[in-house]
């Protein structure tokens, strides 16, 4: 089995999420670093798979590629995303990237070639249909396929094995330096079958539990979702059939639909789905709920059913968002999740519930489905394994009700939803339902229980600033060096807070200026220290000699301490002589 049974996801629409510019000004921002403030969050939803849309530099919205081996500059750099990728992994949350390989930018490299070269350019079979008959849309004297009519998105040719070459090699990129989990494949209907079965052997042979699922919706999920091409994908079936059975209070359309793909017999037995109820291309589940008081139940059945949840930002407090003719923005805000204006909190608390839930049953990582009883406004369903029986009920009306079903056992039956409950079963049992409410009631004998007290646990990124332009903005040639980013006063005397020693200062204790070598080979040259602003903390300064002289800062503390490498204790950093 995958570690994808064992999950919940989160998926950010990262240029969104962080408040970017719609258009890429290519300058540098460390945007994305807000995520460190988000891990305590993530972890109370017991959240430990992230999915982040495009995060690799574009023009506009990310899906128009200019470079698929760097960082927007909107978001960071590599290595501040290598830092928040460390980061995530060291608190247990694995990380997904969005694979664009359908369309690139009409600012990417090598169609840039085309415009400027021509027929002479070796990259003019890298593109769809690219040919000098005509002119395209946006007056190139050549013409050439737009994915879906968008000539902003230029079709590549993935039979072209020079294109096939340089996106694996992209990707092999991204997991040898992100050390990444996992794909989601844009339009993966429209992507070549034969290359999604390459992509999907060469990154099993490089990380065997890697798991890649393509955005599919329409058609049958089998063609994409089987042992030679994707993972999984994405069940819109389900996302649809989640929402309409809600507003229409028909049950039985979603009973339907789950019978359909995943009861005995059904068509999507062996296939792990991802589910969702909302994401950055369709209206947010609160704004597409004719009555906000079904978002309980909606989010029950999406943890419940087969296939693994996922949470798209914000709409754990039920923001809304809806899209329209002329753009998808909306839906994709500038947030701050620890300050979200009129929080729905019933529900992130629910779904926080939903969550440890989740991890802690058996039968809903891993059982098979069946429909136990199926009205208009209320609903049983069953998820079962050899150890274990869960029945998931749902009273969609608007006053407390009863619904019944054969138990087929002689039991107790555990709400681990509603502070884990106890009621004694046997055979058929009516069980009473207040309005707008779920259980989740586990067969048992009794001593079963889900506890929502643990404590959280954040470990902090390892580098406090990811690159010393949030420290200091340059290093003045001169015998005082002091970081411009200062809250000093600037008609003031009073001394700085953070003054960068040169060489003619005395260095703090026992690091000194001067070449160390990292444990893991690479070398850098400490050129000062400095106090952090805020907090007092003694900092390193110091340059990496192998990439292009970039600047970093770690707390001093940090930097002298020892590692432990089979079994020895070794220094973090060496000094060179």
């Not at 020079?162 to 040898?176: A, E, G, H, M, P």
């Not at 003031?492 to 953070?498: G, K």
């Not at 070398?523 to 106090?531: L, Q």
């Not at 003694?538 to 292009?548: F, H, Q």
Request: net charge negative.
């Amino acid at each position: 089995m995958s570690y994808i049974n064992e999950s919940v996801i989160y998926n950010i629409y990262p240029l969104g999420f962080c408040g970017a510019p719609r258009e890429n000004d290519f300058k540098q921002e460390y945007r994305l670093d807000k995520i460190y403030d988000c891990i305590e969050h993530f972890k109370k939803m017991s959240i430990n798979v992230l999915v982040f849309n495009p995060v690799f530099e574009s023009t506009r919205h990310g899906y128009d590629t200019i470079d698929y081996r760097r960082i927007d500059s909107r978001l960071g750099d590599n290595n501040s995303f290598k830092a928040i990728c460390d980061t995530l992994h060291k608190n247990g949350i694995k990380v997904i990237l969005d694979g664009v390989f359908n369309h690139v930018g009409r600012d990417f490299f090598a169609f840039k070639d085309v415009q400027e070269k021509k027929w002479d350019s070796p990259y003019c079979s890298w593109f769809a249909q690219l040919n000098f008959d005509g002119n395209s849309q946006y007056g190139d004297p050549f013409w050439y396929e737009g994915w879906a009519g968008n000539y902003d998105l230029v079709k590549l040719n993935l039979k072209n094995p020079d294109v096939i070459r340089y996106l694996l090699d992209s990707v092999c990129f991204w997991i040898d330096e992100f050390d990444i989990d996992g794909l989601r494949i844009d339009v993966a209907d429209c992507v070549d079958i034969d290359y999604l079965k390459t992509l999907e052997r060469t990154c099993k042979s490089k990380k065997p539990n890697f798991w890649i699922y393509g955005e599919i919706i329409h058609g049958d999920y089998n063609r994409w979702a089987n042992n030679d091409t994707l993972d999984s994908v994405t069940n819109y079936e389900c996302y649809k059939g989640i929402y309409s059975s809600h507003n229409d209070h028909n049950y039985f359309e979603i009973a339907h639909s789950l019978n359909r793909q995943f009861a005995n017999g059904g068509i999507y037995q062996n296939i792990y789905t991802y589910n969702f109820v909302d994401n950055h291309d369709v209206n947010r589940i609160a704004s597409s709920l004719k009555d906000k008081k079904h978002l309980n139940n909606v989010y029950t059945m999406l943890y419940t059913i087969p296939g693994v949840p996922s949470i798209y930002y914000g709409s754990e407090f039920a923001v809304e968002g809806t899209r329209t003719r002329e753009s998808d923005y909306e839906l994709r805000p500038c947030l701050d999740l620890n300050n979200i204006e009129n929080a729905n909190y019933d529900l992130y608390n629910h779904i926080c519930k939903l969550g440890k839930v989740r991890l802690a049953l058996e039968a809903l990582k891993y059982g098979k489905f069946e429909n136990v009883n199926i009205m208009n406004e209320k609903l049983i369903y069953k998820r079962f394994t050899d150890n274990q029986t869960v029945f998931v009920a749902f009273n969609l009306t608007d006053h407390d009700d009863k619904i019944g079903f054969n138990t087929g056992c002689n039991a107790k039956l555990t709400d681990v939803l509603n502070n884990n409950e106890v009621f004694d079963v046997n055979g058929y049992y009516e069980i009473a339902m207040p309005a707008y409410s779920t259980r989740i009631l586990v067969v048992n004998d009794g001593s079963f229980r889900v506890n929502f007290d643990e404590d959280i646990e954040v470990i902090k990124p390892e580098i406090i600033e990811q690159n010393t332009n949030e420290l200091v903005e340059d290093i003045p040639q001169s015998e005082e060096v002091i970081s411009e980013k200062t809250d000093v006063d600037e008609n003031t005397n009073n001394e700085p807070d953070n003054v960068i020693c040169n060489e003619n200062q005395a260095p703090l204790n026992d690091v000194q200026l001067g070449r160390y070598r990292h444990y893991k080979g690479n070398e850098y040259e400490v050129i000062g220290f400095a106090k952090h602003s805020e907090t007092g903390e003694k900092l390193v300064i110091y340059l990496s000699l192998y990439e292009d002289n970039q600047m970093w800062a770690r707390p001093y503390s940090m930097f002298i301490e020892t590692v432990e490498i089979d079994g020895k204790q070794i220094p973090r950093f060496a000094k060179v002589n």
